[in-house]
């Protein structure tokens, strides 16, 4: 069963790429969280704004570096036990993740509006900066989800990547197969 799952997370885009981004997000916050209640006491508790600040600039370093390793590992990893019935992916990697960034990026202030916007008034209402990061962070998470996925499914974005499993792998070596026009039997006759 981990397996059909693991086919799964990597077949389906629209699974792999909301999974991705919603485990690089609340890993983000879980790694976080405690630079930023440093960082708040640091700067001292009662300057709301700025921890609000500080805390946004770490979760969007941590949040990157994670899903760029969790998009890799969903889209381009070819693991070991289907090597030889699955292609290189026809994506690439770099180009690939970027263009999510890049979509995400242009949700950001969405996401910035909620996650900070709810932080700041939660810490408002008293809670502790650290755990008014966590719900801030995790609804503006949920929320710009909700939109990225929509836009996906109609852009296109989410769409499954086709991989013709009569194609080895390029992991695998297989030999070179001679071209039609190299085989036919009235030009090799002519030749000779």
Known sequence: MPFRLFELYQRKRIVNINLNILASGVLA??????????????????RLLSVTLAAGAVDM????AIYYALHWFANHWNPPWKRLSRTSPKRSFFRDASVVQFERAILSPLYYLVAMGLMYGLQHRGMA????????FISGLVVTRVVHTAWGLRSGRFLDLVIDADTPCATTHTEPQPSPATTDPDRDRDRA
């Open 129 to 136: 900066h650290g755990w008014a990061f966590v719900v801030g």
């Open 61 to 64: 370093v941590v949040d990157v």
């Open 29 to 46: 916050v879980i790694v976080a969280k405690p630079l930023v209640v440093l960082v708040g006491n640091w700067i001292g508790p009662e």
